[in-house]
Nanobody
């Protein structure tokens, strides 16, 4: 069972950038598709981005397209979320997730592992 730990969150101003990292406990991280979800105060969890095992395929929620980029470095067992032009509405706890199936990341179903979350707060 893979374990995930997120880092990189913090307090920033609107228009700033952050890069979140998700470190996996297993060397063979390439066996897992991965992705990011977020949950804002008083809101339900929502899908942000997904990346395939190889990193060749990615998908994004409409509200982050053009601003966020998901990537991975399997040699470092790490997946990243580069967030540019942050907006106050991006304020949320961001969670990393992993699953054997890319499809499950995209639809949020039956995920094998979740991280503990990292808080991103965007002020204005």
């Amino acid at each position: 069972q893979v374990q995930l730990v997120e880092s990189g969150g913090g307090l920033v101003q609107a228009g700033d950038s952050l890069r979140l990292s998700c470190a996996a406990s297993r060397r063979a991280f390439s066996r897992y598709a991965a992705g990011w979800f977020r949950q804002a105060p008083g809101k339900e969890r929502e899908f942000v981005a997904a990346i395939s095992r190889s990193g060749d395929s990615t998908s994004y929620a409409d509200f982050v397209k053009g601003r966020f980029t998901v990537s991975r470095d399997n040699a470092k067992n790490t997946v990243y979320l580069q967030m540019n032009n942050l907006k106050p509405e991006d304020t949320a706890v961001y969670y990393c997730a992993a699953d054997s199936y890319y499809y499950n990341i995209q639809n949020g179903r039956a995920l094998d592992a979740w991280g503990q979350g990292t808080l991103v707060t965007v002020s204005s």
